[in-house]
Nanobody
Framework: QVQLVESGGRSVQAGGSLRLSCAASVSGYAYSTYCMGWFRQAPGKQREGVAA???????RYADSVKGRFTISRDNAKNSLYLQMNRLKVEDTAVYYC??????????????WGQGAQVNSWGQGTQVTVSI
């Protein structure tokens, strides 16, 4: 069982930046084989995909965050990151780190953004963006 622990969420003003981190409790080699992703859930809304990264480093983003958010991974540290710039009030949500499989498909948004390929979830970290 892979445990995922997010950190870095806090309150920030609109236009600001945050960097979320996710630490995975798994062997380094195993972590490097996983596709990983960030999802978020705002109050009263369904959880949605924000960004995903394959085990080869390919990335995908939701249209709402393209050009503002960057997903990255450090396999040596079993870690996943989400750099969030130019934050908007509508980015307010609980952000979840997610582990997908070795054989993941990161094509159009619906192939990964609804979470169907997720095997493990973190507990979430709150991001609040205010005016």
């Amino acid at each position: 069982q892979v445990q995922l622990v997010e950190s870095g969420g806090r309150s920030v003003q609109a236009g600001g930046s945050l960097r979320l981190s996710c630490a995975a409790s798994v062997s380094g080699y195993a972590y490097s084989t996983y596709c990983m992703g960030w999802f978020r859930q705002a109050p009263g809304k369904q959880r949605e995909g924000v960004a995903a990264i394959s085990n080869g480093g390919g990335t995908r983003y939701a249209d709402s965050v393209k050009g503002r958010f960057t997903i990255s991974r450090d396999n040596a540290k079993n870690s996943l990151y989400l750099q969030m710039n130019r934050l908007k009030v509508e980015d307010t949500a609980v952000y979840y780190c997610a582990r997908m499989g070795y054989y993941c498909y990161l094509g159009e948004y619906n192939s990964w953004g609804q979470g169907a390929q997720v095997n493990s979830w973190g507990q979430g970290t709150q991001v609040t963006v205010s005016i």
